[in-house]
């Protein structure tokens, strides 16, 4: 069973930066996604960005240019760079990753707050 361990969350200004990693076990071979969801009350969880197995990387149109998607060379850890962090970027963010066989897993969590 895949388990996935998130971290980095926090309280930033606006205009600052936080990195969220995600550390997945109990899994020995490539994860053909990669990616980072958020959620706020009372929305739908929303993608953030992705990462595919060969690299290839796809963000929201809100968050290009100022997030970075990156996956570590044994392929179980994922990051998420997030710079600018505006107000409208505070949520609940959450990692994803399926599996070769196109099980999906998610992480708890972690609240990321942008103060104003």
């Known amino acids: 069973q895949v388990q996935l361990e998130e971290s980095g969350g926090g309280l930033v200004e606006a205009g600052g930066s936080l990195t969220l990693s995600c550390t997945a076990s109990g899994y020995s071979f490539s994860f053909s996604v990669m990616a980072w969801y958020r959620q706020t009350p009372g929305k739908q969880r929303e993608l953030v960005a992705t990462?595919?197995?060969?690299?290839?990387?796809n963000f929201r149109d809100s968050v290009q240019g100022r997030f970075a998607i990156s996956k570590g060379s044994a392929g179980n850890t994922v990051s998420l760079q997030m710079n600018s962090l505006k107000p409208e970027d505070t949520a609940v963010y959450y990692c994803y990753v399926k599996d070769r066989w196109g099980s999906e897993y998610w992480g708890q969590g972690t609240q990321v707050t942008v103060s104003s």
């Open positions: 990462i595919t197995r060969g690299g290839s990387t």
